[in-house]
């Protein structure tokens, strides 16, 4: 058992001057670490019991599809997005953007998908539109002066709500569309302040649902610093995680051809917990369809495809040695017309057969490449710098003497 104590003696310090209502501020006095109760994670790394967290993603990207999926996945500890069952939580999940048949579709596509009933939630989920009730804002424009107020009666009937069911978990999504104010840093920080205070009292885990502010066409990607109210809300937010589409390269890269279909938790902070496991986990976009026969949009996980699935070690024995014999050597560059990448789609088999077809042959330069890579990852290959006839200095790809080759990659 460890302790830890000050140097000041116990009973030193007089509190009459202390103003009547605040707590007196003492030194720390000797404590028993077993006693710390440890962090209620609740779900993933992004619920935790009485703290807020914050979704952040750019519009359509698919922040509303997983969060849902989530408060499924929660309500029946089925693990459909983790692959861990867990014990049942309860959920309320308030959608401000939605209504309410759009809310069961999508309710319905998941469940379709993974195969659930609403055995399943077994009276653990509340799923409410609020598109239809602008009157449940929780903050709104002050009627006396400029700026924000709290809506009161919204947060009492909130408040209610989750002492009645006992919820464990709150979402609202998305939370700029429960406030009816300005969206300045000021209303952000009114809102998040209120929100800490809900979430202390009622020791739920809240999940806000946040688009970021617009972001200008200058290849810059969003970040969560672009949440809409800037630090106002982040500061609120112990654990944050940022959405972002797959683009196009990685998309080529991937083998995939629409890209919109993907996206990436691209961003995770927090100080409440290590550096997240969720980074960069992908979700694909599906179609379901459900028993009134309509298609309806729901996510599942979502892996890369490996490189070298399909690629043997005779392919890339074969490779080696076209590498070391070749005259001139083969460039890196993909420009160039000795370009390695060609031969590797040759000797692996995934080079277009219809030479028109300038949509496979990027996807085929792209795989290419990534194979390089990963082959000069693993000591197969190096770059060097060779003086061509004019003096120039190219890279070429050449063979690591002695490179181990095993059996299959």
């Not at 519009?59 to 849902?68: C, D, E, F």
């Not at 009161?152 to 979402?171: G, M, S």
């Not at 691209?266 to 028993?291: C, D, Y």
Request: charged fraction near 25%; glycine fraction near 6%; include cysteine.
């Amino acid at each position: 058992m460890m302790e830890y104590s000050n140097s000041l003696d116990e009973g030193s310090q007089n509190h009459d001057d202390v103003p009547l209502g605040f707590p007196p501020f003492d030194p720390i006095r000797p404590f028993d670490i077993e006693t710390i109760p440890p962090l209620a994670k609740l779900y993933s790394d992004i619920y935790v019991r009485g703290y807020t967290s914050m979704t952040v993603a750019p519009p359509k990207v698919g922040k509303s599809l997983l969060t849902l999926a989530e408060a499924i996945d929660m309500a029946s500890g089925k693990g459909i997005m983790t692959g861990r069952e867990q014990p049942p939580l309860r959920v309320i999940y308030l959608n401000a953007e939605d209504d309410d048949d759009t809310l069961k579709r999508r309710l319905a596509a998941v469940l379709t998908k993974y195969n659930l009933g609403m055995q399943d939630l077994s009276d653990r989920l509340i799923l409410q539109s609020c598109a239809d009730y602008p009157e449940f804002s929780l903050i709104e424009s002050s009627k006396d002066w400029r700026g924000a107020i709290v809506n009161q009666r919204a947060f009492e009937h909130l408040d209610r709500t989750v002492a009645i069911y006992k919820a464990d978990v709150v979402i609202l999504d998305p939370l700029q569309d429960l406030s009816t104010a300005d969206e300045t840093n000021e209303t952000f920080r009114l809102l998040g302040k209120r929100l800490r205070e809900f979430c202390n009292k009622h020791h739920v885990a809240l999940g806000l649902v946040h688009h970021t502010r617009k972001i200008q066409n200058n290849g810059m990607s969003a970040s969560i610093d672009d949440a809409r109210g800037g630090g106002a809300l982040r500061g609120v937010c112990r654990l944050n995680r940022l959405l972002v589409s797959m683009t196009e390269t990685e998309a080529k890269s991937f083998g995939q051809v629409d890209h919109r279909k993907f996206f990436r938790i691209s961003e995770v902070e927090g100080n409440l917990i290590p550096p997240s496991s969720a980074l960069n986990r992908w979700f694909q976009k599906t179609g379901v369809e459900i028993a009134n026969g309509e298609n309806v949009a729901a996510i599942e996980r979502w892996s890369p495809p490996n490189v070298l699935d399909g690629i043997t070690s005779e392919m890339l024995a074969k490779l080696r040695e076209l590498s070391r014999t070749s005259d001139p050597p083969y460039r890196q560059n993909s420009q160039a017309s000795n370009w390695f990448g060609w031969d590797i789609m040759d000797v692996c088999g995934f080079r277009p057969e219809i030479e028109s077809d300038e949509k496979a042959e990027k996807y085929a330069k792209a795989k290419a490449a990534r194979l390089l890579k990963k082959w000069m990852t693993m000591g197969e290959f190096k770059v060097v710098k060779i003086k061509t006839n004019k003096g120039k200095e190219v890279p070429v790809i050449q063979p690591v003497d002695k490179a181990p080759i095993g059996a299959d990659c």
